[in-house]
Antibody, heavy 120, light 106 residues
Framework: EVQLVESGGGLVQPGGSLRLSCAVS????????MDWVRQAPGKGLEWVGR??????????GYAPSLRGRFTISRDDSKDSLYLQMNRLKTEDTAVYYC???????????WGRGTLVTVSS | DIQMTQSPSTLSASVGDRVTITCRAS??????LAWYQQKPGKAPNLLIY???SLESGVPSRFSGSGSGTEFTLTISSLQPDDFATYYC????????FGQGTKLEIK
């Protein structure tokens, strides 16, 4: 059974940093593309970024509005995906979902999400 | 950026109704479109990919159609479990979601 479990969310002040983790199981992590998608309270879904698979050299892509502040990485030895978020803004407040995605781009499996609150 | 616009934003319907949700892209995305269902407090669930392909395990009352810039999600006969919010997503260039359509009980 495919499982994705996010962690690392919490309250952080504006300008601060936070690293989210996504622990996966039930599939060969290195074979798959992984995405982060977020959802602000009461709002819609927003794609954050992607980590491609080993065959694509784990290359990454980001939403243009987030490029430069957010960084995605992965550790295949730990079956884990990470999202490093720097210079956080109040508008980054959201539930952050980790997803396992098809290479073409849609998200097949989703974690339950972790809430990040940016507030002073 | 490719913009995705869903209509309506809210839809009131009854069990057994046939409902259609529309998603329009600001430029052609071929058939690179997915539909998701989301219930309150839960993660989204993939329903349809490549505009009309039904994800494994999704009931056959859900169907998708369209190509280019206009797409539809149809539920042939609403069931109580279907009242939720629905999102379209384009994945032709980067990945953009529609704003969502909330399907409510009439």
């Amino acid at each position: 059974e495919v499982q994705l479990v996010e962690s690392g969310g919490g309250l952080v002040q504006p300008g601060g940093s936070l690293r989210l983790s996504c622990a996966v199981s039930g599939f060969t992590f290195s074979d798959h593309y992984m995405d982060w998608v977020r959802q602000a309270p009461g709002k819609g879904l927003e794609w954050v970024g992607r980590s491609r698979n080993r065959a694509e050299s784990y290359s990454t892509g980001y939403a243009p509005s987030l490029r430069g502040r957010f960084t995605i990485s992965r550790d295949d030895s730990k079956d884990s995906l990470y999202l490093q978020m720097n210079r956080l803004k109040t508008e980054d407040t959201a539930v952050y979902y980790c997803t396992r995605s098809d290479a073409t781009g849609y998200s097949v499996y989703w974690g339950r999400g972790t809430l990040v609150t940016v507030s002073s | 950026d490719i913009q995705m616009t869903q209509s309506p934003s809210t839809l009131s319907a009854s069990v057994g109704d046939r409902v259609t949700i529309t998603c329009r892209a600001s430029q052609s995305i071929s058939s690179w479109l997915a539909w998701y269902q989301q219930k309150p407090g839960k993660a989204p669930n993939l329903l349809i990919y490549k505009a009309s392909s039904l994800e494994s395990g999704v009931p056959s009352r859900f169907s998708g159609s369209g190509s280019g810039t206009e797409f539809t999600l149809t539920i042939s006969s609403l069931q109580p479990d279907d009242f939720a919010t629905y999102y379209c997503q384009q994945y032709d260039y980067d990945y953009t979601f529609g704003q969502g359509t909330k399907l409510e009980i009439k």
